[in-house]
């Protein structure tokens, strides 16, 4: 707090900030507003009729089984590619940041990824395993016999939406692991080697433990992307089926709003995905500020 | 001086395009669809000087009908938009915002005869008592598509497809016994196996006329003949001999790679098929149960319509009058025809395609056509009309995967797809009333 620079000039930082805030504004504020009115109305698409039905559009999705369906699908799924996405991106660090030959050279390629956009990342996903098309799925079933049809198949359309999801954060968590781990003290390792820790202790008693800002601020962004960012891969690879078992939130907005013009509900919808974000943003400013700081 | 010089030539340009009146039309046709329709606006446009029309691409068909959504609550909408049959009854109900083309016609003075339309696409954009709310334009039909030369490797006579339903799941497993991985697939469950299977049977989908004659429509297809169909498929589907390819049109690959030889497909997929197939394949009638009554009836319509917006001025009016007119002639409807595979409009451009002698070499597309002109539609056969039918297919669409999945039987899933569906109509009704 006491670093703040208090501008003595009356009229100029306010000049300077408001094209920033109009852009906020008309970006978001204004809609956001617009979706919290639109979520207390049942209306038609064209604007003609507009009925006030006060909390109804909420109630309606909380007494609804799908949506608490989707709901918890989403969360699993969030926390899926979380998970996996962050071991990964982890142990590739790791390996990436010994001193080994190459070793530019495969930075550079486990960062490439993240040049894909999410869709493109799906489209990838869904040529390589579609029943009806797919290369890998047609070596799945005719060489290794495996009954490959995820759309009829939610563990096997989970499992591939995790995997497409997560190879797309891969690079994302790899580039912020590798900086981490570069930023670690090597006098720290040293001096735990000289006292006998091996492998694993300096691992998990210095290294992990000082990286662990990175990890905290990663398991926010993935989350937060796992639950907003995958609505292409899921809109790509399976939209939602089979039946509607992989309709995660943000698909379900899109699909009830744009396709099916319930925008009702669409805005109700979205005005709860944009409290979950708010609540991630506290909890996130909450704890890194605070809690995992050395 | 020159100021005045130049506020001249600005009014000279404005009274210019005063003179000739410019009106868009927004629509969803991509690759040569997309290039037709601006071939056919560029021949009205050179065909006449007082108005022009300007064909714009929207995107996909939802992108396109929301596009015209956000225009007209925005106040700029385009004068023309193409909106997809499962738009129809929430543009139908958006009593404010539309134009219907009977009265467009009428203030316009056009010599226009509702007549000359095929009367199963006429209906499905009209009321119940006959007049036409939007203008047809790309309509198609379900059709069943087959592996000639699958056929003849099975031993079976390429020139005699199943008629009816049985006979077709006997040629199905000879298909798979001869070596395919399957027998057959299917695309659009909701169109072709639902909405298109109940009119060919002549047998209600909805009341009220398939919800032609009020809102207060209720869905009635979980009958015992729907339910035998679906348990057959099902059935099948046990021993790889249907095999599942997907939404919409997307088991299209499984038909042209041949793993399977028979597939339900679109008419308006026929270009597609022609320029994927890597055999010889031919187009047949969809089969039917012969101890159905009535049945084979007559297939219905799906594709889109032209929707004209509300508030527009007079001349602009007149513009999309006129167009209406010129693409209902023979000679575009014919062209239009041959070159997208959609069918044509009027019994005339039907007629005039005859005589070109163009279904010798392309009989398919005759087939769709007469399935199509079987019978003069019935109540059950005219079309349907429900509001949220986008939802309502995607119920179907979402229980037809969970019965091939094993959740839940043939039976109560129909039962489900039907209370789920009422539900979602009572909604638009409430919203409407």
């Known amino acids: 707090m006491s670093k703040q620079y208090e501008f003595k000039a009356p009229v100029l930082p306010y000049l300077l900030v408001l094209p920033q805030m109009a852009i906020v504004f008309v970006f978001f504020f204004w809609p956001a507003a617009q979706a919290v009115l639109q979520s207390f109305y049942l209306q038609d698409p064209f604007g003609g009729r507009m009925i006030f039905v006060g909390f109804q559009n909420y109630s309606k999705l909380l007494v609804d089984p799908d949506y608490w369906q989707s709901f918890t699908v989403s969360t699993v799924f969030a926390l899926c590619i979380t998970i996996s996405a962050m071991a990964i991106s982890l142990f590739l660090a790791i390996q990436a940041n010994k001193k080994i030959r190459f070793s530019a050279f495969y930075k550079t390629m486990l960062v490439w990824p993240y040049a894909v956009s999410t869709l493109v990342a799906g489209v990838i996903w869904l040529f390589m395993f579609n029943p009806n098309v797919g290369v890998i799925a047609y070596v799945l079933k005719h060489t290794f016999h495996v009954n490959w049809q995820y759309l009829l198949n939610f563990n096997q359309a989970f499992l591939l939406l995790t995997m497409a999801a997560s190879w797309k954060q891969l690079a994302y968590n790899f580039v912020f692991f590798l900086a981490g781990l570069q930023s670690v003290p090597a006098t720290l390792i040293e001096a735990a080697e000289i006292d006998g820790a091996g492998a694993g202790t300096r691992f998990w008693k210095i290294i992990f433990p000082m990286l662990s800002p990175t990890t905290f601020y990663l398991l926010v962004m993935n989350l937060v992307y796992g639950f907003f960012e995958t609505f292409p891969i899921v809109h790509a690879i399976t939209q939602g089926a089979p039946g509607k078992s992989t309709g995660i939130l943000v698909y379900k907005v899109w699909r009830d709003g744009v396709i099916n013009l319930d925008l009702g509900s669409s805005a109700a919808q979205s005005v709860i995905l944009m409290l979950m974000v708010i609540l991630l943003t506290v909890f996130q400013f909450r704890f890194i500020e605070r809690r995992v700081t050395y | ?433």
């Not at chain 2, 669809?33 to 056919?40: C, E, K, L, P």
């Not at chain 2, 958006?94 to 003075?109: D, R, T």
């Not at chain 2, 070499?361 to 002109?373: D, F, R, S, Y």
Request: proline share 5%; net charge positive.
């Open chain 2, 1 to 433: 001086m020159k100021r005045v010089i130049l506020l001249m030539a600005v009014l000279l340009v404005a009274v210019g395009a005063y003179a000739q009146t410019t009106v868009e039309f927004w629509h969803a046709m991509t690759g040569h669809n997309g290039d037709m329709v601006n071939t056919i606006c560029d021949q009205f446009n050179a065909s006449q000087k007082d108005y022009k029309i300007v064909p714009v691409y929207k995107g996909s068909y939802s992108d396109t009908m929301n596009a015209g959504i956000a225009a007209f609550r925005a106040g700029q909408p385009p004068a023309i938009i193409q909106v997809y049959e499962v738009g129809t009854a929430t543009m139908m109900a958006a009593k404010n915002a539309i134009k219907p083309v009977y009265q467009l016609m009428s203030e316009n003075n056009m010599k226009w005869d509702p007549s000359i339309y095929i009367p199963t696409i006429k209906s499905y954009y009209s009321t119940s008592d006959g007049r036409m709310l939007s203008m047809p334009f790309n309509s198609s039909t379900a059709v069943m598509y087959y592996n000639k030369d699958a056929f003849r490797k099975a031993g079976l006579d390429p020139e005699k497809p199943p008629v009816t339903w049985p006979e077709f799941f006997e040629v199905a497993k000879k298909l798979k016994a001869s070596g395919m991985e399957g027998g057959f697939t299917t695309n659009w469950i909701s169109w072709i196996q639902l909405e298109n299977f109940s009119a060919w049977h002549n047998l209600p989908f909805g009341t009220r006329s398939n919800g032609f004659d009020g809102l207060d429509t209720q869905l009635v297809f979980n009958n015992p003949i729907t339910v035998r169909h679906f348990q057959n498929i099902y059935d099948l589907s046990k021993t790889g001999v249907f095999i599942y390819g997907g939404r919409e049109n997307k088991a299209n690959p499984l038909f042209t790679s041949g793993r399977v030889g028979m597939h339900f497909e679109s008419i308006g997929g026929y270009g597609n098929m022609k320029a994927n197939c890597k055999f010889d394949f031919g187009v047949a009638r969809l089969p039917y149960y012969s101890d159905v009554p009535g049945a084979p009836q007559n297939s219905i319509i799906g594709g889109a319509s032209l929707w004209v917006f509300n508030g527009k001025s007079k001349p602009e009016y007149k513009a999309v009058a006129e167009f209406f007119n010129f693409i209902s002639q023979p000679e575009i409807q014919a062209l239009w025809h041959k070159e997208t595979g959609y069918l044509p409009i009027t019994q005339a451009a039907y007629e005039l395609t005859k005589s070109q002698g163009y279904y010798e070499k392309n009989p398919g597309l005759e087939v769709a056509i007469k399935q199509l002109l079987n019978k003069a539609p019935t109540a059950n056969s005219m079309g349907i009309r429900f509001g949220n039918f986008n939802i309502i297919r995607e119920i179907e669409d979402q229980t037809w995967e969970d019965i091939l999945a094993g959740k839940i039987s043939v039976k109560d899933g129909l039962d489900k797809m039907v209370r789920e569906g009422n539900k979602t109509l009572r909604e638009f009704e409430k919203l409407y009333k």
